[in-house]
């Protein structure tokens, strides 16, 4: 435990930009500890990487490590990351979102760096609720839960991100849990390493918005159903149906091969100039 806190303080801001902003429990350490052990592990120097966000809980992240940052607007850091990893296509380009960020305010942009297949990695952290702004409901909220802008419960269905991803053509897409760190930490070096756009989509509790207006408990009740609740893909594969219901599943959920935008882009810029690369 101790050398792995040494390895996420190399990291860090920790003379100019703490204490953080996250309530006690939240889920979002556990992210940012998982990242950076996930990009020391990958031996990335910090001028390899930068890393983009949005506005929202999670999206402060960008705040508190030492590498290329960009805390950029609602619901636009897929814009902001597209265009500089199509001006320097060398830098590994890491985009954090919540759920609201990314899938409501954010939703056009993401459905598109997905069927694109920008080389991007995309971090969400789904909590299920705005959890900055008030409780509000998000695209995650689910049916029958409820928020602060549905004290008599939510009529809406929520959106499953990891199948939108899969289904708008990304790469890559994985689901994990706070709870389970070290596979998180796995999914996140995958998708790092994975040319095109991959995304993780990360399981996360907010206790003092989402858990108490439903009386789900403490953070340590909300890690408890993480555990309870996620199965491995691996395992659902001969599981019944019945088994299944209510739950859902954490691992790596798509990998395929697919051309990747920027390279696609260079091709035809080659060819505008009239010197295409099949013809050297």
């Known amino acids: 435990m101790h050398h792995e806190t040494h390895i996420v303080r190399q990291y860090l ?4 930009k703490f204490p953080h902003v996250w309530c006690p429990g939240c889920g979002n350490g556990i992210v940012l500890g998982a990242l950076i052990r996930a990009i020391h592990h990958l031996d990335y120097a910090k001028d390899d990487i930068v890393l983009v966000s949005g506005i929202g809980c999670s999206s402060r992240m960008p705040a508190y ?5 960009l805390h950029t607007v609602h619901g636009r850091a897929l814009t902001f990351a597209t265009g500089i990893k199509l001006a320097r296509p060398l830098l590994k ?21 997905a069927r694109r297949n920008i080389d991007l990695t995309a971090i969400i ?33 929520a959106f499953n991100i990891s199948e939108l ?19 998180l930490q ?26 108490k207006l439903n009386q789900l408990g403490s953070h340590i009740d909300m890690l408890k159903w993480q555990k309870t609740h ?4 691996e395992k659902a594969a001969d599981m019944p149906g019945d088994q299944i219901e209510g739950k859902f599943t954490i691992g790596v959920l798509v990998d395929r091969e697919l051309p990747i935008y920027s390279r696609e882009y260079e091709k035809t810029r080659e060819k505008a100039r009239g010197c295409s690369p099949e013809s050297q």
């Open 165 to 183: 991803a899969a289904t708008a053509g990304a790469a890559f897409v994985s689901r994990g849990t706070v709870y389970h760190a070290q596979l």
């Open 13 to 16: 801001r920790h003379d100019k």
């Open 186 to 211: 796995g999914l996140i070096e995958k998708a790092i390493e994975k040319k095109g756009f991959s995304v993780v989509e990360v399981i996360s509790q907010c206790h003092i918005q989402y858990g």
């Open 93 to 113: 380009v890491i985009v954090v979102m919540g759920d609201g960020d990314a899938i409501a305010i954010g939703g056009n942009h993401f459905i598109h760096a």
């Open 230 to 233: 996620a199965i491995p893909i």
């Open 125 to 157: 952290v789904n909590n299920s609720i705005y959890g900055m702004t008030g409780g509000q409901s998000s695209p995650t909220t689910p049916y029958g839960m409820r928020s602060t802008t549905a004290p008599y419960t939510h009529i809406e269905h």
């Open 65 to 69: 490590v030492d590498f290329n940052t």
